[in-house]
């Protein structure tokens, strides 16, 4: 199981945090995560219910982490295995997670693919995201696999996505002339792109667009 005690800062002050796997006991207060993170007009079904919960803790515990700070909850981040093809990299968010009840989990797989980051909005001054990201690159090594891997939202392609194409866009946030609240983001935990997926959620600000991104396993050689 995966334990991990460190401090982070708001502004100059320390303030412990602590990464572990989430447990049963958690599940309310995931859920509580969720509806902070995802008010209103956000569905309250998509948030994560408790037999996915349920899955996670049971199918694939390692992938199941959440940050505390000073002893209270403050975001979590949800992985499992597949076996990915990169010849073959098109898929959907619904596909590749089960709808989030990774039912299809692959202990064999090649991949760690994550199912969902989610940070209470009222801690995200201290990057714990970032600290999330680190932490599951540990559960990568550990298990010996090849990489990490996720769709990112563009969730600012639709503004340019009139004179853009959806390649073009990821060009531009990797060259730095354009910020994208997500994608900027995966580059400082730093995921790379590898490849633009359509059709992966139904999200209007990224025009239903994911770039797939990548976190390569240093020890693992290249094949």
């Known amino acids: 199981m995966y334990r991990k005690e460190f401090y982070v800062f708001d502004q100059d002050k320390p303030v412990k945090a ?5 447990k049963k006991e ?9 509806s902070e993170s ?5 569905p309250a079904e998509l948030w994560w219910n408790e037999k996915q919960l349920e899955n996670h803790v049971t199918l694939f515990p390692e992938g199941a982490l959440c940050i505390e700070i000073n002893g209270e909850m403050a975001g979590s981040m949800t992985g499992l295995i597949v076996d990915f093809n990169p010849e073959h990299p098109n898929h959907t968010w619904e596909e590749i997670t089960d709808g989030g009840y990774i039912r299809h989990h692959d202990p064999n797989g090649n991949t760690l693919y994550v199912v969902d980051i989610c940070v209470r909005p009222s801690f995200r001054k201290f990057g714990l ?3 999330l990201m680190l932490s599951m690159y540990d559960v990568v090594i550990h298990l010996n696999i090849d990489r990490l891997l996720g769709g990112g939202r ?13 390649e073009q866009y990821v060009e531009a946030v990797v060259n730095g002339t354009v ?7 995966l580059l400082r935990c730093s995921r790379t792109p590898i490849g633009i997926i359509p059709n992966y959620l139904e999200d209007e600000e990224s ?3 994911a770039a797939l991104m990548e976190w390569k396993n240093p020890f693992r050689n290249e094949k």
Do not use: E, S
């Not at 995802?38 to 956000?42: E, G, K, R, T, Y």
């Not at 563009?154 to 959806?166: C, F, I, Q, S």
């Not at 910020?179 to 983001?185: A, Q, R, S």
């Open 129 to 131: 995201g970032k600290w």
């Open 26 to 34: 958690d599940f309310n207060k995931l859920i509580q995560i969720q």
């Open 207 to 209: 025009c239903h667009f």
């Open 154 to 166: 563009m969730p600012g392609y639709h503004k340019k996505a009139d004179n853009m194409t959806a």
């Open 38 to 42: 995802f008010p209103p007009p956000f």
């Open 179 to 185: 910020k994208d609240p997500v994608l900027t983001f």
């Open 18 to 22: 602590v990464i572990r796997n989430y």
